[in-house]
């Protein structure tokens, strides 16, 4: 069999060989020991979750990578495995005598491993596209979205379309060209490969036809550009509602105060119509769609997406506007809803989470949404509110206007509360994710969020959680408090039995929170907060739609209690200064997980803004004996009467410092390596400059790029930074 036949009948026989291959690592051995795979793509086989992805990581392998002789050597292995593997005989035998040619097909595979890579979130539109010409199937599309990461959504999605033939093939790359004419245009025509003339035909057609597309761009209509954006930003991947529009127009250079205007002017707050107003506001302001498609694609839709709590927090919002609608609404079921969206707002913005509980009781026992209930939650809301300097006023505002229980003085209530939980909930990638607020214009300050704090708590071995990771899946609100309470015996190390009555779990959960082992400093309050709540509803109220928040919050339970380094030690980002004009800081937090290497803690954040900028990070270290002093480099803060005196000293310089920058009438100066601290200080007393000293580790970095990365590492006395763009 000559070798182009060869892997056309690999690709014919792709889907018979995944289901014969049932355990890979027998088949791994044997193309070992014939030296088929390299170390690197052995790894990278053995990293897929399960046996079928690794057979078709190993098939992908073949046809990319694999020389002609590498894939008749593939071939005889299949055969050699038979008697491993009794289904391989079966394979059907292929005959290519009088096969057509498939020159998209090979051109296709060949380009695997580079168009994987640069596809991104290309992926999914593209599928879409193929599964509405019927090019390819639901389950076909379902397991493309289900990949975990880009890479792997569009290697999945090319697999599908070589097995499928050549009108697939074409199809994908017509598909490829109207979603990314530029992208495609580099895998379309090269001088190596040759394509068939009709094939050909078909991309200069189409090269034509977004020729035209592009010099008619500046006329698209807004709808247009809309669906642009959420292609690019990945918006099909989500619901739409459960994507912050407000954060999309921060990082088109927007200032908060224009994008929350722009959404103001809305009646409701549905993600397409608060992404159109976004749009508008800054085509309005800049009339450059290339602009704003150049801005879009730099983003990441991990940047804009709320975390599933805040999905669910959403939903429950939906559903209680639309019970508002209705003629004769449970008025008992609306203001529990309203409650629990609430308490988990209160919980994330209380010095004592503890608290919310209290204030969420008191509108428990209300009346059903009277005047008295009203003011209940405008007063809780009104502390959540604080938290944010750009809604504070906002919601002054908003207070004044609810006089009496209106519709549409809800309608108001529930719009600011919708963004609220936007910002308050945003996806964490890994480890933490930082809010941030805008204290001027060039100033914003660190909020962390993040499922772990630094306790004494230390988190229990893998082992000890083994067996209750194994329970059976959460049907009711009897199996949830089954597990909560087998989870925090294990914590406190009580080995008694669970009582099988609701009500004695339920006291029996109480009692365990009540132990030292969860107290203040010993273990998360916002955790504990979260798992009080679970037991203060009645039972009806406990097997309602809430079911979903209460598995949530066991989730974080159990991740929670794993081993963590996050437990006793962590980097906390406090302030960020821009120093670049008419740049915003867009997004901030951790791309990897804390380690300890070479006695060091080392963690990567990831910082996108508007656009490239220099910038000045504050950060401190914390443990389990508070924030931890940095003595070397020392930071000292200058004040001076005006912006115009502080440009005028950082030019000027000094001999024992190096001038970071400087944000109106204030400049940061950091100690020289081969100077004294004294020798800095007295040097800028003899030039009567107001200092004083930063407690902070200062970070000035200057970026090339709108999005970069920054690598930690503290080892004790000194804390360095390395910037990746």
Not at 95 to 113: A, C, G, I, N, Y
Not at 150 to 158: D, F, G, N, V, Y
Not at 504 to 532: E, M, P, S
Request: aromatic share 8%; hydrophobic share 35%; glycine share 4%.
């Amino acid at each position: 069999m000559e070798n182009a036949g060869t892997r056309r009948w690999l690709r014919s026989c792709r889907r018979d060989i995944v289901d014969a291959v049932y355990n890979v690592n027998p088949f791994l051995d044997i193309l070992i020991s014939k030296e088929l795979l390299q170390m690197e793509d052995y790894h990278l086989v053995k990293n897929k979750p399960t046996p079928q992805d690794k057979i078709r990581c190993i098939l992908d392998l073949v046809q990319s990578k694999f020389s002609p002789e590498q894939v008749e050597k593939f071939a005889e292995c299949l055969k050699q495995s038979e008697s491993c593997y009794p289904k391989l005989k079966k394979l059907k035998d292929y005959s290519f005598q009088d096969e057509k040619p498939t020159p998209t097909v090979d051109r296709l595979h060949q380009q695997m491993s580079e168009l994987s890579k640069r596809l991104g979130v290309l992926s999914l539109p593209i599928a879409v596209k193929l599964l509405s010409k019927k090019y390819i199937t639901q389950f076909d599309y379902e397991n493309i979205k289900g990949q975990p990461t880009h890479q792997e959504k569009a290697s999945q999605l090319i697999g599908v379309c070589t097995t499928k033939g050549e009108h697939v093939c074409k199809e994908f790359y017509n598909a490829l060209l109207a979603e990314d004419s530029l992208l495609a245009q580099q895998f379309l025509v090269t001088e190596q490969t040759t394509v068939a003339s009709s094939v050909r035909e078909d991309f200069s057609k189409m090269n034509l036809k977004c020729g035209e597309q592009e010099q008619g761009e500046k006329e698209l209509g807004i709808q247009d550009l809309v669906a642009t954006a959420q292609k690019l930003l990945g918006m099909h991947e989500t619901k739409i509602m459960e994507f912050d529009s407000l954060a999309v127009g921060m990082a088109l250079g927007l200032s908060h105060k224009t994008a929350t205007e722009a959404l103001e002017t809305l009646d409701n707050w549905d993600g397409h119509n608060q992404l159109t107003a976004i749009l508008q506001t800054f085509l309005v302001a800049s009339k450059d769609p290339k602009r704003l498609r150049s801005k879009l694609a730099v983003c990441q839709p991990d940047w804009f997406q709320v975390s599933p709590r805040g999905a669910f927090l959403l939903n429950l919002l939906s559903i209680a506007q639309r019970d508002y609608s209705e003629t004769n609404p449970d008025w008992k079921d609306l203001k529990l809803k309203m409650a629990v969206v609430v308490h988990e707002c209160l919980v994330e913005v209380l010095q004592d989470p503890h608290e919310a509980l209290k204030l969420v009781e008191q509108i428990l026992k209300s009346p059903e949404l009277g005047d008295s209930s009203l003011d209940l939650f405008k007063d809780s809301l009104q502390k959540v509110a604080d938290h944010f300097t750009a809604y504070k006023t906002t919601f002054d505002e908003l207070s004044q206007e609810i006089e009496n229980n209106s519709s549409e003085s809800w309608q108001l209530l529930l719009f600011l509360v919708v963004q609220l939980v936007r910002e308050l909930f945003r996806k964490v990638i890994c480890g933490s994710v930082y809010r941030l607020q805008q204290l001027a214009p060039s100033t914003y300050e660190c909020t962390e969020h993040s499922l772990w704090s630094v306790t004494s708590f230390d988190g229990l071995r893998p082992r000890n959680l083994k067996r209750i990771h194994h329970k059976s899946d959460i049907h009711n609100y009897p199996d949830l408090c089954s597990h909560v309470s087998s989870l925090l015996k294990l914590i406190v190390h009580d080995r008694s039995t669970t009582d099988a009555c609701n009500e004695a779990v339920n006291d029996t959960i109480l009692k365990l929170l009540k132990k030292d082992t969860f107290g203040q400093g010993a273990f998360d309050g916002k955790l504990r907060a979260r798992l009080l709540f679970i037991t203060k509803l009645t039972m009806s109220e406990k097997f309602g739609p809430l079911l979903n928040l209460y598995k949530e919050t066991y989730e974080d339970l159990k991740t929670y209690t794993a081993s963590n380094e996050r437990h006793r030690f962590s980097f906390l980002f406090e302030k960020v200064h821009v120093l670049t004009p008419k740049v915003s800081l867009c997004g901030l937090h951790s791309s990897s997980d804390l380690a300890e290497i070479d006695g060091s803690m080392e963690e990567t954040f990831e910082v996108l803004a508007s656009d490239p900028a220099k910038f000045l990070f504050f950060v401190k270290c914390k443990s389990r004996g508070g924030a931890i002093p940095i003595p070397q480099p020392f930071t000292c803060k200058l004040e001076f009467k005006d912006a115009h005196e502080a440009e005028l000293a950082c030019k000027e310089g000094l001999i024992c410092g190096k001038m970071l920058g400087s944000v109106g009438n204030l400049a940061w100066v950091r100690l020289l390596e081969n100077k004294g601290k004294h020798e800095l200080q007295d040097e800028v007393q003899a030039k009567s400059w107001k200092y004083s000293s930063v407690d902070s580790f200062c970070i000035d970095i200057t970026s090339k790029e709108a999005k970069f990365k920054i690598r930690l590492s503290f080892n004790g006395t000194a804390l360095n930074a390395f910037c990746n763009e």
